[in-house]
Structures are given as C-alpha cells and as structure tokens.
C-alpha cells in the first residue's frame, strides 16, 4: 500500500536508536500508582485521549516547568527558542512517551535542543502533562467557562423593570424568587435568552414545560379548536384541547385557518434587541437573587 | 448533450479508460442519463435539464424503492482499514449514521459513501450489490459526502484520513493512500472531484491547530501531483502579511471539506476554504489571515493560485466559507460573464467573476445577522470587533453552525435564482483561553435560541431574496436542493418530508413523509428512460418516480 509523510513543517525525522519505549515500562519502585489508562473520547475531538490522575498531572507540570519552561514556557506553548509543544508533531503522534522519550534523552543537538537525564518515570509524568494540554484543547466541550458574571446589577435591575419589559410577566418577589440560588450564572444567562432548549430544533411540546404554546384552529365551517399545540408543519397541525382530547388537521395553504400563540415570544423578540451590556447586566442582577 | 458518448466513456465493461466519465464540455449540459459527479457536473449547479417529472404531473409522483443500508463489518463484501471494526468511543457523536453523500448514478448502479463505508446500489431495484467496511482507527465520524468515478475506479476518504481506491465493479480495494495524520485532529470527508487525471483531495479537522490544504493525485496510483496549502508556509511568502507570525500560519487552519467546482475553459478549480485556527478568538493570529474562510481558484494543472477572494477577513466564528462556489453563466449589468455564486456560512451571499475574482455583489441573507460592521471597498464584511468571543460572553447571529452550511444549494439557470436554506438564531461565544497563544477553539458556545429555517430563491445578480419559504414547525435551515426543467425544486423540510416547490412561486406542489429529514442533495436521472429522483433521509435512500 502506498503511504506518505503528511506535514506542514520540513519532515520531521525522530530517531529511535536506543530509545526504550516508555510504553513498555514495568510499574516503577517507588509505589506510586500506575498512571490511569483509561480514555475519553468525543467532547468535539475525534483521537481517545488519555485521562491522567492529578498526581500525575501535577508532578509532570513540576517538571516541565523546572526542566523544560525555559525553552518551550511553562505552559509548553513556546518559550525562549522552543517550539509550541502542544502543537508539535512528535508530541501529538506520541503514544506513552515513544516519540518524545529518545528526544529528551538524546536531545536534538542540530536544533540547539540539549539532552536531558531524566528517569523514565519523570519522562512519563512530562508526557502526561502535555498529552493532557493537547486534549484540553483539543476537546472544546469540555472548556470550563470563566466568570462571566462582570455586568452591573443596578442597571441589570432597570433593564429588567424597563426596557427589557421582563416585569411585566415576572415577579423577583414571585416566580424568579432566589432564581439566583438555583442555576449557575451560564445557565441562568441561557434561561432568560431562551427558556425553551436550545430554540434551534423543530417544536417539540415536551420542551414548553409549564408554558405551552397554544393554537387555534379555525374550519371553514366555523368551527373552532383550541389547545395545546402538539405538531405544526405545511401539511399538518396538531393539538390537545382542555379536555385532553388529541385532534389533528391537515393543511392546505391558508386551510384551515391556524393562529399559534407561544407566552415566549417576548423572549424571541428580545434576541434582537439585546445588547451585550444588557444581557451581562441582566445577568448580574439575576445572580443577586438568591 | 450526446449521451452515446457519455455513455461509451462511462461503460463500466470497458477496462480503466484514461478519458473522463464526465465530459469537459458538459459543465452546464450535465448528463441526463448518468449522476456522475457530487454536483452532478463540475458547475455546482445541481440543476438537471430532464422535465419528464414537472408541474404537471408531480402530483403522481410515487415511491420506487427504499433500501436501508447497515454500516459495520456484518455483511461486508470486502474489508480494509488498519484499525478496528468498532468506532472509538465519541466517534460517533455528531449524530451516528446519517447519509450526507450524493450518490453517483452510472450505468444503473448508484455509489454512495458514509464514513468507513461504501455501496453500491442496482439503481433500478435499490437491492445492495457490494459493500465495502473500513476498519478505523478513529477521527471524527460526522460524515462523507460520496465518492468520485474514473472509468472503472472509485475513490473515497475515510474519518481516519485515507483516500481509498475501489473496482466500481467488485467493491474490492484497489489501494488507500494516507491523506493526514488522524492523530493531530484531522478527519476526511470530500467527495473526490475527478478532472481530467486529477483526483482532487481535500481534508477537515479543526480541534487542534493544524494547517489545511489540497491535493490532486494521479488516479492510477495515488501519487501526489500537487498540493496546495491554504495558508503561506513562511514569511515573506504571499499572503504571509496577514497573519503575524509563521508559527501562526503554519497552524492557521482553513480546511478543504466540501468538493470545488470546475470551468474547463479557465482550467480552474474552485474551492472554498474553512475558517482559521484557532477556531473562535483571534488572538495570536492577528490580520487577515489568507487564504482562510476564502473563494480559491486554483490552476488544475499546477495548484497555482490564480485569484483569490476572502469572504469572512479574520473569522472567529467559526464560518468555515466552504459552501459550493456555483458557476454562473449569465448576463450582470447587461453584458454576459462568467461568474461565481456562494451563500455563505457567514451569512452573506457573494457573486464574483470567476475569471478574474473581481467582486460583483455583496448582500446579507438574513435579518439576525450582527456581526460585521458594513462592507468595504472590495464587498467583504468588516468583523465587529465587539462580537469577537469574551470572557462574559457576546451574542451573536448567525452561530458557528452558520447562516446556512455545507448542504448543497441548487441555481437554476432557466430562474436565474440559487436556492438554498438559511437558519436565524444566535448564540453566546464566551472565551475560554486567555492565553496570548490559545489554542484549539479558544471559546466555548452556547445556542441562545433563534427563528427556525426558511427556503430561499436569491436573484444572483441583486443577491436580493425573490421568494422564500420559512417552515413553520421551527427547526431546519441548510438542506440539500435540486432543481429541475421540469420547473421543481426538490428539499427537505425539518420534519421529515421531502417537498417540492415551484421554482418560480415558492408554491409547495408535492411532498411526502420519509422516516427522517432529507440529510443529502437529491439526485434525478434517467433510467431505461424514465425519471427518477434519488434522496438520502437518514439510514435509507428513497427513490421516486411518475410511472408513464
């Protein structure tokens, strides 16, 4: 079969004369734990990454900043004349410290890199360290977020009383009482900018909780339905009427005619009219709620 | 067109002709008796000239076959692959198998691909005559757009980076070569394009930071002939001005998955190029960061770049502008040209002359849209820095999954309108890697809620909407179209029908219930002379037909 060297930088050659594979290394002496093998997938990423205990993470972090930080920085993202390490070829193709072992020990003397003795075990713990910035990168569902909570809540509180109108169908005496207390400040932010999921699917009725969408279904005759809607498309409409009665119809252009009324809508019609400040300040003043 | 000929070319009982399954000469006469390329022709069209199936006979449109199709070794007719029958862990999680390929059509047998899986289907019954397993050894499994046709070879890319040669007659392979290393994040998706003896190979994978390209290799044995890369390698280079240093473009991104088009006059490819890395903040990659988020035309011959146009300067959100560059050939402004067509994930829509890359038009597709501060001289959108992610969090639309993405549009040169699905809604890019050099995505998002999706016509020389559709069930936005001189427009809406329209009304004229949404750009071609259209919706291919 035929293959090729794939890489945007010249080839980059490691020689693996002598080197031990750090992969076949028996449990070390001085009785610690074994590193954790196990792997996560997915999270965005499309390699199984291997999940490290902190032990680990932590001794190969001290290491690397004692013996490697000078060159390639403490967070191995560059330094003094050495590369980005967690973009770095060898280290992304390493598997258990194959690729990055012989270059530690042997050094790479045409590119000023000088070799380091280090024990396997210490080699292993580097190892761990950078595998583990390449998945924290590399899986971007498992970014944890920041404060985000930098808004100002008085004018978050105007917002909500004023322009934002949220007063006019909420209480933070009532129904948004210690709202604060209950939900993370992201989750919060994401409640008030679309209480319904995500909003992004088709309507599901599961999803409208305490607040349904409703519809009326007006036949030609006259007659009328209403209810919770269940369905809506081109072809069909669908709803429960307050006897719990399931009725469906099907649609053909303006026939019958359908009317549907989501309580939400406040909340679509603000996704265009929010500005940044008003949804951190609004968050802000959410937060202060417990 | 003359089908003999095309006939002759495609014969599958001819050992490995050198000539083309798709004649140069019928980029926008496409095949009516063959689909033999993911657009159909090299045009990006997907408009076919057959009007057996019309507006006046749709309404008898009826269900030919349904084939459901099961991934995975069990029933395999021939394996490959290095690694293992399963799929890693997480592999599978943008959505499990769902078919996104265009299936080809030649000589009365469909191909069609998913990813580490190939097929192919007697088109008269849908009854399975090979299929091919590949055995993976990981990358992302999100899907594969169909495979490419040369006289007797089929070619197509797997998750983990190999482009694979099959005998389209036996399923067998033939050879796979490594496109790029699955260990740094990139996976493989392209439908090969096939011109003259170039198969034309691109690939994907933004989770780490690593630089895309393209390639053609020869048909016969793999071999690389030329290779593109879609950033400048080093300083000094063109298009090096616009990043700030070389580590930034060597790991710059820009990634090639969705096939390019073709004007065999020009002798040039066309392909539109994904967005930057890191993927969601710009920080450490300050400029424009060429030739990312861009419309290319590339020599065929020599991978040169001819010109080059940069629909989304400095993205950082994620609006890869690999949407198909569709060729044009019509009147703007009163003169004839030859142009160039995208409606872009960034939520824009771009006519170009395809000869020389000068901008024609610039006009938004959708309302949401709030991120760009207007347009300059050469009709790009100026990025609003304000909407760049933050630690707190901006709201913007349209979100990285786009105005509209990487399902197929259609242009009917008969309407002079190109079709395609937008979505409006927004979400929130908090910024998660403070660091002078971040890496990966650098931001995390969070869909903050939108308008569902609506069917759009756009009058190419305006970019003005002429008709649209919006689905009243919420949900949808980017879905396959194929037009027709039968005057139809074939989708999906976003709860299982496929639906026709008239093209020049927006009026629904047909539409039936499959048992998921239309996940492909339909087909139509004749067969033993009779119409018929060919749709992927989920695990299964429904073929439609009018019985005469």
Same mark, same amino acid.
């Given at each position: 079969?035929?293959?090729?060297?794939?890489?945007?930088?010249?080839?980059?050659?490691?020689?693996?004369?002598?080197?031990?594979?750090?992969?076949?290394?028996?449990?070390?002496?001085?009785?610690?734990?074994?590193?954790?093998?196990?792997?996560?997938?997915?999270?965005?990423?499309?390699?199984?990454?291997?999940?490290?205990?902190?032990?680990?993470?932590?001794?190969?972090?001290?290491?690397?900043?004692?013996?490697?930080?000078?060159?390639?920085?403490?967070?191995?993202?560059?330094?003094?004349?050495?590369?980005?390490?967690?973009?770095?070829?060898?280290?992304?193709?390493?598997?258990?410290?194959?690729?990055?072992?012989?270059?530690?020990?042997?050094?790479?003397?045409?590119?000023?890199?000088?070799?380091?003795?280090?024990?396997?075990?210490?080699?292993?713990?580097?190892?761990?360290?950078?595998?583990?910035?390449?998945?924290?990168?590399?899986?971007?569902?498992?970014?944890?977020?920041?404060?985000?909570?930098?808004?100002?809540?008085?004018?978050?509180?105007?917002?909500?009383?004023?322009?934002?109108?949220?007063?006019?169908?909420?209480?933070?005496?009532?129904?948004?009482?210690?709202?604060?207390?209950?939900?993370?400040?992201?989750?919060?932010?994401?409640?008030?900018?679309?209480?319904?999921?995500?909003?992004?699917?088709?309507?599901?009725?599961?999803?409208?909780?305490?607040?349904?969408?409703?519809?009326?279904?007006?036949?030609?005759?006259?007659?009328?339905?209403?209810?919770?809607?269940?369905?809506?498309?081109?072809?069909?409409?669908?709803?429960?009427?307050?006897?719990?009665?399931?009725?469906?119809?099907?649609?053909?252009?303006?026939?019958?005619?359908?009317?549907?009324?989501?309580?939400?809508?406040?909340?679509?019609?603000?996704?265009?009219?929010?500005?940044?400040?008003?949804?951190?300040?609004?968050?802000?003043?959410?937060?202060?709620?417990? | 067109?003359?089908?003999?000929?095309?006939?002759?070319?495609?014969? %599958?009982?001819?050992?490995?002709?050198?000539?083309?399954?798709?004649?140069?000469? %019928?980029?926008?006469?496409?095949?009516?008796?063959?689909?033999?390329?993911?657009?159909?022709?090299?045009?990006?069209?997907?408009?076919?000239?057959?009007?057996?199936?019309?507006?006046?006979?749709?309404?008898?449109?009826?269900?030919?076959?349904?084939?459901?199709?099961?991934?995975?070794?069990?029933?395999?007719?021939?394996?490959?692959?290095?690694?293992?029958?399963?799929?890693?862990?997480?592999?599978?999680?943008?959505?499990?198998?769902?078919?996104?390929?265009?299936?080809?059509? *030649?000589?009365?047998?469909?191909?069609?691909?998913?990813?580490?899986?190939?097929?192919?289907?007697?088109?008269?019954?849908?009854?399975?005559?090979?299929?091919?397993?590949?055995?993976?050894?990981?990358?992302?499994?999100?899907?594969?757009?169909?495979?490419?046709?040369?006289?007797?070879?089929?070619?197509?890319?797997?998750?983990?980076?190999?482009?694979?040669? %099959?005998?389209?007659?036996?399923?067998?392979?033939?050879?796979?070569?490594?496109?790029?290393?699955?260990?740094?994040?990139?996976?493989?998706?392209?439908?090969?394009?096939?011109?003259?003896?170039?198969?034309?190979?691109?690939?994907?994978?933004?989770?780490?930071?690593?630089?895309?390209?393209?390639?053609?290799?020869?048909?016969?044995?793999?071999?690389?002939?030329?290779?593109?890369?879609?950033?400048?390698?080093?300083?000094?280079?063109?298009?090096?001005?616009?990043?700030?240093?070389?580590?930034?473009?060597?790991?710059?991104?820009?990634?090639?998955?969705?096939?390019?088009?073709?004007?065999?006059?020009?002798?040039?490819?066309?392909?539109?190029?994904?967005?930057?890395?890191?993927?969601?903040?710009?920080?450490?990659?300050?400029?424009?960061?060429?030739?990312?988020?861009?419309?290319?035309?590339?020599?065929?011959?020599?991978?040169?770049?001819?010109?080059?146009?940069?629909?989304?300067?400095?993205?950082?959100?994620?609006?890869?502008?690999?949407?198909?560059?569709?060729?044009?050939?019509?009147?703007?402004?009163?003169?004839?040209?030859?142009?160039?067509?995208?409606?872009?994930?960034?939520?824009?829509?771009?006519?170009?002359?395809?000869?020389?890359?000068?901008?024609? *038009?610039?006009?938004?597709?959708?309302?949401?849209?709030?991120?760009?501060?207007?347009?300059?001289?050469?009709?790009?959108?100026?990025?609003?820095?304000?909407?760049?992610?933050?630690?707190?969090?901006?709201?913007?639309?349209?979100?990285?999954?786009?105005?509209?993405?990487?399902?197929?549009?259609?242009?009917?040169?008969?309407?002079?309108?190109?079709?395609?699905?937008?979505?409006?809604?927004?979400?929130?890019?908090?910024?998660?890697?403070?660091?002078?050099?971040?890496?990966?995505?650098?931001?995390?998002?969070?869909?903050?809620?939108?308008?569902?999706?609506?069917?759009?016509?756009?009058?190419?020389?305006?970019?003005?909407?002429?008709?649209?559709?919006?689905?009243?069930?919420?949900?949808?936005?980017?879905?396959?179209?194929?037009?027709?001189?039968?005057?139809?427009?074939?989708?999906?809406?976003?709860?299982?029908?496929?639906?026709?329209?008239?093209?020049?009304?927006?009026?629904? %004229?047909?539409?039936?219930?499959?048992?998921?949404? *239309?996940?492909?750009?339909?087909?139509?071609?004749?067969?033993?002379?009779?119409?018929?259209?060919? *749709?992927?919706?989920?695990?299964?291919?429904?073929?439609?037909?009018?019985?005469?």
């Amino acid at each position: 079969m035929l293959k090729k060297a794939v890489g945007p930088l010249p080839a980059i050659v490691v020689v693996l004369a002598a080197a031990v594979p750090l992969a076949a290394q028996a449990p070390d002496g001085r009785g610690r734990a074994e590193p954790a093998r196990s792997t996560r997938g997915g999270a965005g990423a499309g390699n199984q990454y291997t999940v490290y205990d902190d032990a680990t993470l932590q001794r190969g972090k001290a290491l690397f900043t004692a013996q490697c930080g000078f060159c390639h920085g403490a967070n191995a993202k560059g330094g003094e004349g050495g590369p980005d390490l967690l973009r770095a070829v060898p280290v992304l193709d390493d598997e258990n410290g194959n690729l990055i072992g012989p270059i530690v020990l042997n050094g790479r003397p045409e590119r000023g890199m000088p070799k380091f003795s280090l024990t396997r075990e210490q080699i292993s713990d580097i190892t761990a360290f950078l595998h583990e910035g390449i998945r924290a990168a590399a899986q971007r569902a498992t970014y944890p977020l920041r404060d985000i909570v930098t808004g100002n809540a008085a004018a978050g509180r105007a917002y909500f009383n004023g322009t934002g109108k949220c007063s006019t169908c909420h209480s933070v005496t009532g129904d948004l009482r210690g709202i604060g207390g209950k939900y993370d400040p992201v989750t919060l932010q994401g409640k008030f900018l679309m209480p319904r999921g995500g909003g992004r699917g088709p309507f599901n009725p599961a999803e409208t909780g305490g607040n349904p969408v409703t519809v009326t279904v007006t036949l030609p005759g006259g007659k009328v339905f209403e209810g919770k809607l269940q369905r809506i498309d081109d072809f069909d409409v669908a709803l429960t009427d307050a006897a719990g009665e399931y009725h469906s119809f099907p649609r053909k252009g303006d026939v019958p005619a359908v009317v549907v009324h989501d309580p939400l809508q406040a909340h679509f019609d603000l996704l265009r009219k929010y500005s940044d400040a008003d949804m951190h300040n609004l968050t802000a003043y959410l937060v202060t709620l417990k | 067109m003359n089908a003999a000929r095309l006939l002759a070319a495609v014969a %599958l009982c001819v050992p490995a002709l050198p000539g083309q399954i798709l004649d140069p000469a %019928l980029l926008g006469k496409p095949a009516t008796d063959a689909w033999p390329t993911y657009y159909g022709d090299y045009s990006g069209r997907r408009f076919s000239t057959l009007k057996q199936i019309n507006q006046s006979n749709v309404k008898a449109m009826t269900l030919a076959w349904i084939t459901r199709f099961t991934p995975g070794p069990m029933g395999a007719t021939a394996i490959g692959g290095l690694g293992t029958d399963a799929i890693p862990a997480g592999g599978n999680e943008f959505g499990g198998f769902i078919i996104k390929a265009t299936p080809l059509m *030649v000589n009365g047998v469909l191909y069609f691909a998913a990813p580490d899986n190939a097929w192919a289907v007697d088109a008269r019954t849908g009854r399975e005559l090979w299929h091919y397993f590949w055995k993976t050894t990981g990358g992302i499994h999100i899907g594969n757009r169909g495979v490419g046709i040369y006289g007797n070879w089929l070619y197509f890319e797997t998750p983990d980076n190999y482009l694979v040669s %099959l005998d389209a007659r036996t399923g067998k392979e033939r050879w796979h070569i490594q496109i790029a290393d699955v260990k740094q994040e990139y996976f493989s998706t392209v439908a090969p394009i096939i011109v003259g003896n170039h198969v034309m190979v691109g690939t994907g994978g933004d989770s780490l930071d690593v630089p895309g390209f393209l390639e053609a290799v020869d048909p016969e044995t793999g071999a690389i002939q030329w290779k593109w890369w879609t950033a400048p390698l080093k300083k000094g280079d063109p298009g090096s001005e616009t990043w700030p240093d070389e580590n930034s473009m060597r790991h710059g991104g820009g990634m090639t998955w969705i096939p390019g088009t073709y004007d065999p006059d020009l002798r040039l490819y066309y392909i539109g190029t994904g967005n930057p890395n890191p993927v969601e903040t710009g920080r450490g990659r300050e400029g424009d960061n060429l030739w990312t988020c861009s419309i290319v035309a590339l020599n065929i011959d020599t991978g040169k770049i001819a010109w080059y146009y940069q629909v989304s300067p400095h993205d950082t959100h994620d609006w890869d502008a690999t949407e198909t560059p569709v060729l044009i050939d019509g009147t703007f402004q009163g003169r004839p040209r030859k142009m160039l067509a995208q409606a872009s994930r960034n939520g824009y829509f771009f006519l170009l002359d395809r000869t020389n890359g000068e901008h024609l *038009v610039t006009a938004p597709m959708i309302e949401t849209m709030n991120w760009s501060k207007g347009l300059n001289a050469k009709g790009q959108p100026v990025p609003n820095p304000a909407k760049e992610s933050t630690v707190d969090g901006v709201l913007v639309s349209p979100p990285s999954g786009g105005a509209t993405n990487w399902p197929p549009p259609s242009f009917d040169p008969e309407t002079g309108l190109l079709y395609v699905g937008t979505s409006e809604s927004y979400s929130v890019f908090y910024l998660t890697d403070t660091d002078p050099h971040p890496e990966g995505y650098g931001a995390a998002e969070r869909g903050a809620g939108g308008f569902g999706g609506t069917v759009r016509a756009i009058d190419y020389k305006t970019g003005k909407t002429v008709w649209s559709h919006h689905w009243p069930s919420g949900g949808g936005g980017a879905a396959g179209m194929l037009t027709t001189a039968g005057k139809l427009l074939f989708t999906g809406d976003p709860v299982q029908h496929l639906v026709a329209f008239d093209v020049t009304s927006g009026k629904i %004229l047909w539409h039936a219930g499959l048992t998921a949404n *239309v996940s492909n750009g339909p087909v139509t071609y004749l067969l033993d002379g009779q119409q018929y259209l060919v *749709v992927g919706a989920g695990d299964s291919l429904y073929a439609f037909t009018v019985e005469p």
